[in-house]
């Protein structure tokens, strides 16, 4: 369905995940209630999930300019006839706020706290 996956995490000093590499206490996995799964597609259609730009990094509309030390997280959304990726790092200014609230449920449905946002 979705996976939320913390790629970098330059503000706590470690690198990139790399395959193989062990999980990370965040890792989960779990069956997920049909009506969760209808959240997450309601929060999907509202940011336009299907029309961002693979790497918002990379598009200038969100990210003129980049601040540094920011964690970058990964949403992958698997559906019957595709799959959508999009990496979101979060020192770009301009990331619709609707993607990080997207993030965010998907962590709540997970039950994982919010990534790089202490509480």
Request: net charge positive; glycine share 6%; charged share 25%.
């Amino acid at each position: 369905m979705a996976a939320i996956l913390p790629a970098h995490d330059h503000a706590r000093g470690r690198g990139p995940l790399r395959p193989g590499a062990p999980c990370s206490r965040r890792a989960t996995t779990a069956p997920l209630a049909p009506e969760a799964f209808q959240i997450l597609i309601a929060h999907a259609e509202g940011v336009a999930f299907a029309q961002l730009p693979d790497t918002i990094m990379r598009d200038p509309r969100f990210c003129p300019f980049v601040r540094s030390d920011a964690a970058t997280v990964i949403v992958v959304l698997y559906l019957p006839d595709r799959a959508k990726r999009v990496v979101n790092y979060h020192g770009c200014p301009w990331t619709p706020a609707a993607l990080r609230d997207f993030e965010e449920a998907i962590e709540r449905a997970a039950g994982v706290e919010p990534y790089g946002r202490p509480r």
